[in-house]
């Protein structure tokens, strides 16, 4: 799980963080001299103070062993805890800070172990879950092909197969129709076409002769001629509006003809599905019994997924998210009460890393818990999973209860930021810091500060 709220980013200049501010207060101490009567004390700070510097002041510490660094905080943890005790105030100030300083380290130490063995563990979630989905998709695909009826498929195709038959005939008939109506124009067109020919024959012919007649003759002739023309104009109007309507009637037929090649196509399609009806009933049944005993076999994979998840989940994983948050929580016990500001952040940022360290573990106790309810709600249902739920609880995996405890880390850490003492920009700074976390805490179900300032009002 990742936290979207970086300290750092709002913290980075007017609050002295890690080892330095630790450092720098511990060579103060040792500043007075190594005869008086707390000289011991101050040497052990001054000695825990370079320590940690060489822990943590590199640029990269993590370039370091792992198990170096762990070894380092918990000396200087040990080391320091005759200090923490001193009657001197102000040395018991310092071996606390120093010390919380440490068990930060050592909760980073644990925290990256954890959150390494928590990605193998998201991994083999996935993995698990993907194991599931394949069980019930061979199940679904058993139950699906033990209920194919093949008589009732039949019959749907056979009435697929009529009704296209029923329709190939119709849009024939159509074709049919549209084609004894376009012959029908044609034949027409042809005999006003013949007669265009004839009138315009006839017209040539008698104005051929009126250039030899004379007089009252002559205008006779182009009388006739005229009255002729007129007729040979009169068919062959006929003739162009026939042209256009055999123009409009031949994309339809043109229409029919796709229509007639699409439904024979389908019709063909139907018959050879029926064909092979028999064929896919007998593989229907074998296949089923194959992805039954395929599906059980992934079943048995999952169980054995699920517990190998559970062992790592309560045991490597668990010792080291337990050790991450004993050690958030014991450096930000050490910084309770300690009068100063620095002090002061450096507890709410131990707070808010044991905050994420408990919502990392609730994240993938969740998911184990979500991927098992889910499983074990799957229609058909997986064989020998019922157990599970019961098996998560006895193993003490609770995701609830460690989200829950997430929200009081981080409400704890919200509210230490809050009265963290700072002015100036410093303040503005941590108060942003302060309204992310509360919005963190909202996001995980629990109060937000302003509710809880008006409860107390």
Known sequence: ????????????????????????AAIALTSAGCDEPDADSR???????????????????????????????????RTLGPVRSADDETLQQSAKMISAAAMEGLAS?????????????????????????????????????ESFDPDKELSAQQSLAEEKKAEIVQARNGRHQRQTKIDELREEMAQHQTQRSTLRTQEAEIRSRALS?????????????????????????????????????????AAFELEIGRLESQLRSLNDSVDEMQA???????QAELSRADAEMVADAYRAGVESIVELLTGEYAAASDAAEAAAEQGANYLRGVRDPDAAVRRAKLLQKLGDIRASRASVEADLERLVKMVIALEPALPGVEGLTGFLEQSGIDGQARRAAAIEAYAAAR???????????????VDKVAQELDQLVQSFGGESAMENDEAGG
């Open 43 to 77: 040497q052990l700070l001054a000695q825990a103070s370079w320590e940690l510097r060489g822990v943590t002041a590199a640029d990269k510490p993590e370039q370091l062993p792992a198990a170096s660094r762990e070894a380092v905080y918990e000396k200087i943890n």
């Open 109 to 145: 130490v644990h925290s990256a172990r954890a959150t390494h063995l928590q990605e193998t563990l998201l991994t083999s979630i996935s993995r698990v879950r993907t194991i599931a989905d394949q069980a019930q998709a061979q199940l679904s695909l058993a139950a699906a092909l």
């Open 213 to 253: 007649a004379a007089g009252d003759e002559r205008a006779e002739m182009i009388r006739q001629a005229t009255k002729v023309q007129r007729a040979a104009d009169e068919q062959a109007m006929s003739v162009a509006l026939l042209e256009a309507q055999i123009a409009r009637n031949e994309p339809d037929l």
């Open 415 to 429: 509210d230490q930021f809050g009265s963290a003492g700072l002015r100036g920009e410093a303040r503005d700074r």
């Open 1 to 24: 799980m990742t936290i979207a709220i970086s300290t750092r980013r709002h913290l980075s200049r007017p609050v002295r963080t890690g080892a330095e501010f630790f450092l720098f």
């Open 280 to 286: 896919r009933l007998d593989a229907a049944r074998e």
